[in-house]
Structure formats: structure tokens, C-alpha cells
């Protein structure tokens, strides 16, 4: 039995969704994050990193969205969320690799700045430039690395729901979603799995 720690509106969800597709045992464990629950002694035991997520198994503890979205799929490879093909896996390891290295980047230094800076003139410098960075990152994944319907083409895969997760912060960030038509049709694809019907309803609760 798998338990997951998260979050709700941070990357934790396509972790979540993932464990649910797979068809996975799990258990989820909310983090309360206003009140700093992910600072406690208690959490950084589990995760010294103090985010989310942060996949408890029987062999240990794995952090990190790629990472655990890697091991769910080759845990449970009947659900098929990798293609079999090694170079077509690592194009899907590198598509969120973006995600998580550049995208999930450029969405942090809208709240948090203090990262990268000392200065609070910084920080405002940062946020005022999210909706340019968060448009070019996603203008790349719309022109030239969503193949369609899914990510990776006719095969859903872990790219899937990572999408769909940052896809879902890009209002917050001024991101113009009318240039983004094949972004938005994939995030109204993905609402209607089953799956991630679950998840956002567990997750809103």
C-alpha cells in the first residue's frame, strides 16, 4: 500500500491522478500548507525537501513528480502509461522533465522569489515576469510537443496529467489560453477520465 502526501492546487495532482489511472492501493494524506504542515518535524522525517509530493513505499520514500510518475508506470505496467518503446520513453521523460525543470520553474517565481533573491525589489521583478515565461513554455508545448489527443499521440501516458496539472496554474499566471487551443482541448480531455474526476473531487473536499 502506497500513501501519498499533497497538496491541493500544487504538482502532488498528477502524482494523485497517476496512482489512481494506474489502479495503484494507495492512501492520500492532505498537507495543510497555510500552516506551514510540510515545515513540520514530523513531514520533513518523511521528506526533507518539505514539499509535495512525496510517494511512502515499502522500500522507501520517493519525492519528485517525474520520478514517482516514472515508478508508478513501470510498477504497474498493465495500465500501459509509458509507451514500450525505450526512445519513445525517454521522449516522455524528457517532455516532463521540462515540465518540472522549466515550466513548474518559471510558475514559482510568481510567490516564490525568496529562492533566488534577497531583495523584496526582486521578487516583484520576478512576478511581473511569470505570464512572459509561462507563455513561452507553453507556447513551445503547443507548437511543437503536444502531438494530440494526447502528449505522446494516441497513447495516454504520465505526460498526461502533468500537463493537465500546470496546464491548470497558467490563468493565475496571465497566460492567454485562445493561443492555446490544443492545451485547453487536452485539459477539457482529460476532465472527462474517470480518474481525474476522482482525484479533483477528493482533492476539492
Same mark, same amino acid.
Given at each position: 500500500m502506497f500513501k501519498l502526501y499533497y497538496a491541493p492546487g500544487t504538482c502532488a495532482l498528477a502524482s494523485h491522478i497517476a496512482l489512481e489511472e494506474a489502479g495503484a492501493p494507495y492512501t492520500a494524506e492532505r498537507l495543510d500548507f497555510k500552516n506551514s504542515q510540510q515545515t513540520t518535524p514530523e513531514y520533513l522525517a518523511i521528506n526533507p525537501k518539505g514539499r509535495v509530493p512525496a510517494l511512502v513505499t515499502d522500500r522507501g520514500t520517493l519525492t519528485e513528480t517525474p520520478a514517482i510518475l516514472a515508478f508508478i508506470a513501470s510498477d504497474f505496467p498493465k495500465a500501459k502509461l509509458v509507451p514500450d518503446d525505450p526512445f519513445a520513453f525517454a521522449q516522455a521523460q524528457s517532455f516532463n522533465s521540462y515540465l518540472c525543470s522549466t515550466v513548474h520553474?518559471?510558475? &514559482?517565481?510568481?510567490? +516564490?522569489?525568496? +529562492?533566488? %533573491? %534577497?531583495?523584496?525589489?526582486?521578487f516583484a521583478d520576478m512576478k511581473?515576469?511569470?505570464?512572459?515565461?509561462?507563455? %513561452?513554455?507553453? %507556447?513551445?508545448?503547443? +507548437? @511543437?510537443?503536444?502531438?494530440?489527443? /494526447?502528449?505522446?499521440?494516441?497513447?495516454?501516458?504520465?505526460?498526461?496529467?502533468?500537463?493537465?496539472?500546470? &496546464? !491548470? /496554474?497558467?490563468? !493565475? @499566471? !496571465?497566460?492567454d489560453l485562445s493561443k492555446l487551443p490544443k492545451v485547453v482541448a487536452h485539459r477539457k480531455r482529460m476532465e472527462e477520465r474517470p480518474a481525474v474526476q476522482k482525484v479533483l473531487a477528493e482533492e476539492k473536499a
Open positions: 520553474v518559471s510558475h &514559482a517565481h510568481k510567490m +516564490r522569489g525568496s +529562492r533566488w %533573491a %534577497a531583495e523584496e525589489s526582486s511581473r515576469k511569470v505570464p512572459e515565461t509561462m507563455s %513561452a513554455g507553453f %507556447a513551445l508545448i503547443e +507548437r @511543437d510537443m503536444l502531438k494530440g489527443p /494526447w502528449v505522446m499521440g494516441e497513447q495516454y501516458t504520465i505526460c498526461d496529467p502533468y500537463l493537465y496539472t500546470i &496546464a !491548470g /496554474w497558467l490563468e !493565475g @499566471d !496571465g497566460v
